[in-house]
């Protein structure tokens, strides 16, 4: 049932639910596949999949940030507390920490942030120190910078605006990073930019880590094989389903 | 009691939903009790390894989804290695489906799989490009769906379900001469040729171009179909297209169909085959029925009483 749902800004909207256990047990990266409201103008006929942007076992609340882009979400936009909300999940393959990792780094574009928002608390939990690169079109679309403050993490914030969010700039943040002992595992969602960035400096670095993927979805639990996309293994290429094998995947994996 | 179990081309069910190949997984055993299901369909199988389509593979449309997939596939010997022990472990029975691109290879994979403990039936998907008509599909005239279903039954005892193209103008044909040649059972239908635009980038929305139609939006034109082929054939008929409730599924029985498969449904609501079975239980209570024996083609055709002309 739906406690809350109001814009974040001028693009993205904040949505409580109340959903009791198991969802709320949902892990970082884990998702939920939404069956969105129809509304006059829209009828999305597949469910449409998001990422938990915070599940709290103790309250039995699911969280999701999304941006308002179609069908889909201009009718999850129209919810209002009270209303009710289908929605299959946890799914899929949550983010993992490295045995022995002491200080990790985050980064996000966009909607991305949303993901990797409790992957942050996850680390703290862990008493894993965080630093997380922020990146979005401009100021007013970086988002959650008081749940990474909240537990202590180092933010670095680059826009498009302020021309400091270029994969140059980034790359010279993650050497520094790296070299100050800070960068033992890296995580990234929302740019295909950057995560290849993030594959390459991790592959010279030795630095293991993972990517949260995006993919279009029908079914969400491993049945169509509308969401496959190639990965790495090895010398070879071979596809895998978002769903199922994901969303997270070693950014080694990456093709 | 209501009993809703059915004999169905050589197959005796304890109810008569399954899932339509393609749209079922062992995934799905986290949601769904499997053991409430009529048969399992497997995802049709080749027997060389395949990688299916480009990617975007799906497209949403009013009221159902286009596809093209392909027919990914590990390969037959990957299947019976995997698979198989895995739906062991259940009570429905295991329903094949297969494809090749020519009647030889056909029978050769309906004969690899009549070894294999815990195979119970073959779905032959003869929608698939046949190699040597050209290209077209087996299923699109009579002619060469007697010549592929020919093959296959003198390659297996086991029982054959025959899924037929919706993409051909003589249906009826095609049903008698999936009978003729010995099937046990038709499956009609799978998904119909379709296409869509995104009108802002001028490409088509499947990477594939064209891709197959399926969801609640077919359900009149399989209806159709289903009607057409019970007047054809005397084998059972497997009804499919768009059915998301026991509601549809009854509208298939009284055209002809002895059991039904749900597709896309799955997918938008997981738990849709069991609300289906459900539904069927309800419905037979209601009607005051003890089973769904009576339903099968039990349409009335309203009869046409003239009238005259306008003056
Ligand atoms: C695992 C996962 C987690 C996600 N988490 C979030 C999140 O936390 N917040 C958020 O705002 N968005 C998230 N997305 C993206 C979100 O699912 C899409 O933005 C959404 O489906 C768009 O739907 P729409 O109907 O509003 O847009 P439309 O453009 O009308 O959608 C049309 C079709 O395209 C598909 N589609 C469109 N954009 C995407 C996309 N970026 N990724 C996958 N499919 C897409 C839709 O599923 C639909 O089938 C996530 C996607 C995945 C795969
Ligand atoms: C994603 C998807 C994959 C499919 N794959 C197969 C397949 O491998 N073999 C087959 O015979 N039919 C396949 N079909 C067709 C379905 O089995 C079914 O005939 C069709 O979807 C119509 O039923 P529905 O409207 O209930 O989905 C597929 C359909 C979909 C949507
Ligand atoms: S969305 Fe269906 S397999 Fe991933």
């Given at each position: 049932?739906?406690?809350?749902?109001?814009?974040?800004?001028?693009?993205?909207?904040?949505?409580?639910?109340?959903?009791?256990?198991?969802?709320?047990?949902?892990?970082?990266?884990?998702?939920?596949?939404?069956?969105?409201?129809?509304?006059?103008?829209?009828?999305p006929f597949f469910r449409r999949p998001m990422s938990t942007y915070r599940a709290d076992p103790a309250t039995g609340r699911v969280e999701f940030l999304y941006k308002v882009t179609g069908a889909g979400t201009r009718g999850l936009a129209t919810l209002e507390a009270g209303d009710k909300l289908p929605m299959l999940g946890p799914l899929g393959v949550g983010f993992t920490l490295p045995a022995g990792a002491r200080h990790i780094?985050?980064?996000?574009?966009?909607?991305?942030?949303?993901?990797?928002?409790?992957?942050?608390?996850?680390?703290?939990?862990?008493?894993?120190?965080?630093?997380?690169?922020?990146?979005?079109?401009?100021?007013?679309?970086?988002?959650?910078?008081?749940?990474?403050?909240?537990?202590?993490?180092?933010?670095?914030?680059?826009?498009?605006e302020a021309g400091t969010s270029s994969v140059e700039n980034v790359e010279r943040l993650l050497r520094e990073l790296h070299a100050a002992g800070r960068a033992d595992a890296f995580y990234t969602c929302g740019s295909s930019r950057l995560t290849l960035l993030m594959q390459r400096l991790g592959a010279e670095l030795s630095v293991?880590?993972?990517?949260?993927?995006?993919?279009?979805?029908?079914?969400?639990?491993?049945?169509?094989?509308?969401?496959?996309?190639?990965?790495?293994?090895?010398?070879?290429?071979?596809?895998?389903?978002v769903c199922w094998d994901g969303p997270v995947f070693p950014l080694a994996e990456v093709a | 009691m209501i009993d809703l179990s059915v004999d169905v081309g050589g197959l005796r069910l304890s109810n008569p939903v399954m899932p339509a190949s393609g749209t079922f997984a062992d995934g799905l055993a986290n949601t769904i009790d499997f053991n409430r299901l009529g048969a399992f369909v497997t995802k049709t199988i080749t027997h060389e390894k395949r990688t299916g389509n480009p990617v975007p593979r799906v497209a949403e449309v009013h009221s159902g989804m286009l596809n093209a997939i392909g027919i990914p596939s590990k390969g037959s010997?990957?299947?019976?290695?995997?698979?198989?022990?895995?739906?062991?472990?259940?009570?429905?029975?295991?329903?094949?489906?297969?494809?090749?691109?020519?009647?030889?290879?056909?029978?050769?994979?309906?004969?690899?799989?009549?070894?294999?403990?815990?195979?119970?039936?073959?779905?032959?998907?003869?929608?698939?490009?046949?190699?040597?008509?050209?290209?077209?599909?087996?299923?699109?005239?009579?002619?060469?769906?007697?010549?592929?279903?020919?093959a296959l039954r003198a390659s297996?005892?086991?029982?054959?379900?025959?899924?037929?193209?919706?993409?051909?103008?003589?249906?009826?044909?095609?049903?008698?001469?999936?009978?003729?040649?010995?099937?046990?059972?038709?499956?009609?239908?799978?998904?119909?040729?379709g296409m869509a635009i995104d009108i802002d980038t001028r490409r088509p929305k499947l990477g594939n171009v064209m891709g197959g139609?399926?969801?609640?939006?077919?359900?009149?034109?399989?209806?159709?179909?289903?009607?057409?082929?019970?007047?054809?054939?005397?084998?059972?008929?497997?009804?499919?297209?768009?059915?998301?409730?026991?509601?549809?599924?009854?509208?298939?029985?009284?055209?002809?169909?002895?059991?039904?498969?749900?597709?896309?449904?799955?997918?938008?609501?997981?738990?849709?085959?069991?609300?289906?079975?459900?539904?069927?239980?309800?419905?037979?209570r209601r009607k005051d029925l003890p089973g769904l024996q009576g339903l099968v083609g039990a349409v009335e055709d309203t009869g046409f009483v003239p009238f005259e002309a306008m003056a």
């Open positions: 049932m739906v406690i809350s749902n109001a814009w974040v800004n001028r693009d993205y909207k904040h949505l409580v639910l109340d959903a009791g256990l198991p969802a709320a047990g949902a892990k970082a990266g884990q998702f939920f596949h939404l069956l969105c409201p129809a509304t006059e103008q829209d009828s780094v985050v980064l996000g574009r966009g909607v991305g942030l949303a993901t990797l928002a409790p992957l942050a608390e996850m680390a703290a939990q862990a008493r894993v120190g965080v630093t997380a690169i922020l990146s979005a079109r401009d100021a007013a679309n970086l988002m959650s910078q008081d749940r990474f403050t909240a537990i202590g993490a180092t933010i670095v914030e680059v826009t498009d293991p880590g993972e990517v949260a993927m995006e993919q279009q979805m029908a079914c969400g639990i491993g049945m169509c094989y509308c969401c496959v996309r190639a990965f790495r293994e090895g010398d070879r290429l071979v596809s895998k389903r | 010997d990957y299947f019976i290695r995997e698979s198989i022990p895995f739906y062991r472990k259940f009570s429905p029975p295991l329903v094949v489906s297969i494809s090749a691109p020519s009647n030889d290879g056909f029978a050769r994979l309906a004969a690899e799989l009549s070894q294999v403990e815990g195979v119970a039936a073959i779905e032959a998907n003869i929608s698939c490009p046949n190699i040597e008509e050209d290209g077209k599909a087996f299923a699109m005239h009579a002619r060469s769906t007697a010549a592929v279903v020919k297996t005892s086991l029982p054959l379900w025959v899924k037929l193209t919706p993409n051909t103008g003589e249906i009826a044909n095609v049903a008698r001469a999936a009978q003729e040649e010995g099937a046990d059972a038709i499956v009609a239908a799978n998904t119909i040729l139609m399926s969801g609640p939006a077919i359900k009149p034109i399989v209806v159709r179909m289903v009607y057409q082929c019970h007047r054809a054939v005397s084998i059972p008929i497997i009804g499919c297209g768009g059915i998301a409730t026991a509601e549809d599924a009854i509208e298939y029985m009284l055209a002809g169909a002895k059991a039904v498969q749900v597709g896309t449904a799955t997918f938008i609501h997981p738990t849709a085959m069991i609300d289906v079975i459900d539904g069927l239980v309800q419905y037979c």
